[in-house]
T-cell receptor, first 114, second 113 residues
Framework: GAGVSQSPSNKVTEKGKDVELRCDPI?????LYWYRQSLGQGLEFLIY????????KSGLPSDRFSAERTGGSVSTLTIQRTQQEDSAVYLC????????????FGPGTRLTVL | AQTVTQSQPEMSVQEAETVTLSCTYD???????LFWYKQPPSRQMILVIR????KQQNATENRFSVNFQKAAKSFSLKISDSQLGDTAMYFC??????????WGAGTKLIIKP
C-alpha cells in the first residue's frame, strides 16, 4: 500500500515568511510524528499526535512552530516568520498504533530559508 | 538526560565484507526499545531492525543482526555480505518511557565495489 507522503518535496522561502508543510500518513495509522533533521545531524523530535488526544508538543523549538492534524489523518506543520536556522529537512512518520509500534517515515520536505 | 552516541562518523568497506556499526546509549530506565534506521540518499528513513530491552536474544533480520549488551548499554549493528545498496546513513535510536525517539548523529556507510 501507499507509504507516508509529504509535500512539498523542497521549499525555498525568504526569511520572515510563513510556510506550511503537509504530511499524509499511511491509511489507518493512528499515530503521527514530526521530526526535524538539520544537515549531517540526527533527528530532533518536534510533535506527536495520537488519535483524538491532545498532541505532545514538547519538542517544538519555539512558538513560531505549530502543527495540526485534521480528521485524524493529514497533518500540517506551520512555521511562522521563518528564520535561517529553520533550514532543515522536516520528516513525518506514522505508526499503526500507540508507541512503541514501529514508525514509518515519509521522504521529508527540505526547507531552505534565504 | 538520555543520549545516544554513534562514535563512527563514516565507514567504508568492500562489497561482500562484514561491517559493524557501533552505538552506545545512556539511560536509567530498564524497559525501552532500540532501533537501527537506514537513510539512503533518497532521504527515506527505513527501519532496519528493532530490539526490545527485555529480550535477551539478539534481533536478526536477514543479513542484519545486532549485538545488544544491556549492562554495557551497547547496541551494535552487524551487516553481513554487504551490498552496494547498503550504502546509506545509519542511525541508532532509543525509545524512552515517554515513547519519544532519541537519535544518534548517524554513521555514513559506504560500500565499495
Amino acid at each position: 500500500g501507499a507509504g507516508v507522503s509529504q509535500s512539498p518535496s523542497n521549499k525555498v522561502t525568504e526569511k520572515g515568511k510563513d510556510v506550511e508543510l503537509r504530511c499524509d500518513p499511511i491509511s489507518g495509522h493512528t499515530a503521527l510524528y514530526w521530526y526535524r533533521q538539520s544537515l549531517g545531524q540526527g533527528l530532533e523530535f518536534l510533535i506527536y499526535f495520537q488519535g483524538n488526544s491532545a498532541p505532545d508538543k514538547s519538542g517544538l523549538p519555539s512558538d513560531r512552530f505549530s502543527a495540526e492534524r485534521t480528521g485524524g489523518s493529514v497533518s500540517t506543520l506551520t512555521i511562522q516568520r521563518t528564520q535561517q536556522e529553520d533550514s532543515a529537512v522536516y520528516l513525518c512518520a506514522s505508526s499503526l498504533k500507540n508507541p512503541p509500534d514501529t514508525q514509518y517515515f515519509g521522504p521529508g520536505t527540505r526547507l531552505t530559508v534565504l | 538526560a538520555q543520549t545516544v552516541t554513534q562514535s563512527q562518523p563514516e565507514m567504508s568497506v568492500q562489497e561482500a565484507e562484514t561491517v559493524t556499526l557501533s552505538c552506545t546509549y545512556d539511560t536509567s530506565e530498564s524497559n525501552y526499545y532500540l532501533f537501527w534506521y537506514k537513510q539512503p540518499p533518497s532521504r527515506q528513513m527505513i527501519l532496519v531492525i528493532r530490539q526490545e530491552a527485555y529480550k535477551q536474544q539478539n534481533a536478526t533480520e536477514n543479513r542484519f543482526s545486532v549485538n545488544f549488551q544491556k549492562a554495557a548499554k551497547s547496541f551494535s549493528l552487524k551487516i553481513s555480505d554487504s551490498q552496494l545498496g547498503d550504502t546509506a546513513m545509519y542511525f541508532c535510536a532509543f525509545m524512552d518511557s515517554n515513547y519519544q525517539l532519541i537519535w544518534g548523529a548517524g554513521t555514513k556507510l559506504i560500500i565499495k565495489p
